[in-house]
């Protein structure tokens, strides 16, 4: 609400606050602010003498998703400099790269250039909680993805199982035509292969539609508390490739104990009451 002007007039500049801290505070537009810095806090604590305040005009606030630290405020960077008594110094230099995957590479310069009298930090050093919680939600994902996949591994091996006990006749008489076992194996093998192929080639196949809908027309949205409006999504063939691999090596190991007992089928005892 309101307005974002954080410059001077009348002699008084202007201040920005989060909603959080203005609905708090019960705070109104236009209404006069008396900030205080640490070290005024300090002086006048331990000196006998008035704290020096300054005034600011509160003429706006803004909503943004807290993802770190405490609601912030905007100043005049001139007034931030009176309140914290730094005329000729500033507290830090933020620098916006074309890529942000250059950081760590762009931090390492840095240091190297400067020395270590001054810290550099990269947003993932900033935001290192919350990204480190991103790493494990992706890989609590892969797990809970996996046991999906085990689930579905279990109905396989069921299905085939059943498909072994049903059609023992017809197993019995290809090793009574000399089929081998390796041979029986191998066809309940390459049957829980295409099973896997099906299964992943499909699952793959949506999957990787949905995501690009996401990417590109934002199906799943936001609240207007965050800075983008959609979910975000990015589609990293690493983690496809493993996906769908582990998914496989699932299903073919699923085909193992059906393919054995198949191959275990006596043709004498198969054929028995033909």
Request: proline letters at 3%.
């Amino acid at each position: 609400s309101g307005v974002f002007d954080i410059s001077v007039r009348n002699r008084t500049p202007g201040i920005i606050v989060h909603d959080e801290l203005k609905n708090r505070l019960r705070l109104n537009i236009d209404d006069d602010i008396a900030l205080l810095s640490a070290a005024g806090m300090k002086n006048a604590l331990t000196q006998i003498t008035v704290p020096q305040t300054f005034r600011f005009d509160l003429r706006g606030s803004y909503f943004l998703q807290q993802v770190a630290g405490g609601p912030k405020v905007f100043v005049d960077i001139e007034a931030a400099k009176r309140l914290f008594k730094s005329r000729n110094q500033i507290s830090g230099i933020d620098l916006k790269l074309y890529d942000n995957e250059d950081a760590e590479n762009v931090k390492k310069e840095l240091s190297g250039i400067l020395g270590g009298e001054f810290k550099i930090s990269s947003w993932y050093d900033l935001q290192k909680p919350l990204y480190d919680v991103m790493y494990l939600e992706k890989w609590g994902s892969f797990v809970i993805l996996i046991l999906i996949v085990i689930v579905a591994v279990l109905n396989i091996i069921g299905s085939l199982t059943m498909i072994v006990i049903q059609k023992q006749r017809d197993i019995g008489i290809l090793m009574s035509m000399g089929y081998s076992q390796a041979g029986i194996k191998s066809i309940f093998r390459k049957q829980g292969l295409y099973i896997g192929l099906i299964g992943c080639g499909i699952g793959g196949a949506l999957g990787l539609l949905l995501s690009w809908a996401q990417m590109n027309f934002g199906l799943v949205k936001l609240s207007s508390a965050f800075i983008i409006d959609a979910y975000p999504v990015m589609i990293s063939p690493v983690d496809v490739i493993i996906i769908l691999s582990a998914s496989l090596m699932l299903c073919l190991l699923a085909s193992w104990y059906p393919a054995h007992r198949a191959s275990q089928v006596q043709p004498a005892d198969a054929v028995r009451y033909e």
